[in-house]
């Protein structure tokens, strides 16, 4: 070329996002009885992502009041940082009270994995992150990308459709003290299996006893069982003393998605602690955004500090869960009622947007190709997806493909 040598254009192109491609996939499919049950984007009866009420008046009351657009500091909003730990980990909860929690607010969920990321690569750089086999396959890339080796550990029981519970403790047994396991706070994505409350205490044993740092990705508190009952993993990891770390996000359950709002909270033995541990939070930050974007924190911290929004809120998550989990029901009973063969009543012991469908990648690839019915090549559907108005169709073309294998 007239500049020398190309630098670019020998750069091959990366394989596409499963999970995003498949969206382009479905918006380019000119069938117009297509379905999307893949994206993990929360829809209602019409198909629609809403706008919560909620934000809307939030929404509503800071544009009526400006104040300013000057940076928030790098660990984002006070407020915001304090109303989200309280949310997570309960008003009171003994971390809080002792100041050993050192925060920050991040772009998104994604974002507070990652800023945990750099922050183990920086001050842990020895440790392993351990994470569910399956998992939501953006995990690994993050840790990755930092810099992390990763290794999974057992978590389906594939044939019983539930939680591989011994093969995950014993895979903690083998885990050097030192590493990090990640674990989904509720609604595994993309299993929809969650331990039960005497589960996560024996995993939570085992955790501690082995050395291990436990990381919980809560990425959908108030979409299983309600906000509070969603936050039962937290706590029983949540003990005096004990070291943890949490990344939550409100894409999901404010409704928040392109806003990027989460927070990454690192929890120590001691306040001096946290206090270090800040500063290194800080630091990783400030080399990579700087400072997070403020609207939608604003958005939640007024939300969560005013009694009549947060309870009309937390009506709105209400309305979002019970949706999903009638739903299940519906599509358990649609399925029996196209004389589907099998037992698929695990789909409502299953919690949060998605549902392991057990159905094979084959049977996936014929639902798209026949059908224009989008679900991941892994079988997980989007069960917030559905709707009464394509229900019947979805329980239909499933009993097409399981028939034909
Ligand atoms: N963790 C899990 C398991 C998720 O499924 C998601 C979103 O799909 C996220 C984290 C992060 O979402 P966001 O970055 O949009 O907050």
Known sequence: ?????????????????????????????????????????????????????????????????????????????????????????????????????????????????????????????????????????????????????????????????????????????????????????????????????????QIADAVFARGVMPLLDFAYQGFGDG????????KAFSRPGAELMVCSSYSKNFGLYRERVGALFVVTSTAAAAASVQTQIDKVIRSNYSNPPAHGGEVVATILRDPELRKQWEGEVTTMRNRINDMRHALVEALAAQGVPGDYSFMTRQRGMFSFSGLTKEQVEALRSEYAIYIVGSGRINVAGLTPANIERVAQCIGEVVGQT
């Not at 993050?142 to 995950?168: C, E, Q, R, V, W």
């Not at 906000?227 to 937290?234: F, M, Y």
């Open 227 to 234: 906000l509070e009952e969603d936050a039962v993993g937290l």
């Open 1 to 201: 070329t007239p500049f020398g040598i190309s630098m670019l254009e020998r750069i091959e192109a990366a394989p596409k996002d499963a999970i995003l491609g498949l969206g382009e996939a479905f918006k380019a499919d000119p069938r117009s009885e297509k379905i999307n049950l893949s994206v993990g984007v929360y829809q209602d009866e019409h198909g629609k992502t809403p706008l919560l009420e909620c934000v809307k008046e939030a929404e509503r009351r800071l544009a009526a009041n400006p104040t300013t657009k000057s940076y928030l500091p790098i660990s984002g909003l006070p407020e915001y940082c304090k109303a989200t730990a309280e949310l997570a980990f309960g008003a009171g909860n003994e971390p809080l009270v002792s100041k050993r929690v050192a925060w920050a607010q991040t772009p998104g969920g994604t974002g507070a994995l990652r800023v945990s990321a750099d922050f183990i690569a920086a001050n842990l750089p020895n440790s392993t992150v351990w994470m569910s086999e399956p998992t939501w396959p953006n995990h690994p890339q993050i840790f990755n990308a930092a810099g992390i080796a990763t290794k999974t550990y057992p978590y389906f029981d594939a044939p019983n459709n539930s939680l591989n519970l011994a093969g995950m403790l014993a895979a903690i047994e083998k885990m050097a003290a030192g590493d990090v396991i990640l674990l989904h706070g509720c609604c595994h994505n993309p299993t929809g299996i969650d331990p039960t409350a005497a589960e996560w205490k």
